[in-house]
């Protein structure tokens, strides 16, 4: 089994809103750096979204800013990704991941989910 797991993809009409979340299995999250990726077939692995260990610091890559929101609780051992204004562009598989170390701004992360399937259209 994986050690991260996401839920909550699916069909959505262009303008609406999706909230995923990731549980993790087998670790505890407090002090891991988190984050949300997306791919596409043909493209390279993206990063949308990123926190830290206590969830103070967040980044987003320009195209999401403003509609998507990464939060987490590390009681449940989980994290969120809340998303708003959806558009046809953010189409994608999105993986959930987790990291030790510094920085959350990057594509080394130790631990990834399987995906889920996200797909906006009308």
């Known amino acids: 089994q994986l050690p991260l797991v996401e839920s909550g993809g699916g069909l959505v009409q262009p303008g609406g809103s999706l909230r995923l979340s990731c549980a993790a299995s087998?670790?505890?999250?407090?002090?891991?750096?988190i984050a949300w990726f997306r791919q596409v077939p043909g493209k390279e692995r993206e990063i949308v979204a990123a926190c830290n260990w206590s969830g103070s610091i967040t980044n987003y890559v320009n195209s999401v800013k403003g509609r998507f929101t990464i939060s987490r609780d590390n009681a449940k051992n989980s994290v969120y990704l809340q998303m708003n204004s959806l558009k046809p562009e953010d189409t994608a598989v999105y993986y959930c991941a987790a990291r030790t170390g510094v920085g959350i701004w990057t594509s080394r992360y130790d631990y990834w989910g399987q995906g889920t399937q996200v797909t906006v259209s009308s």
């Open positions: 087998g670790f505890t999250l407090d002090y891991y750096g």
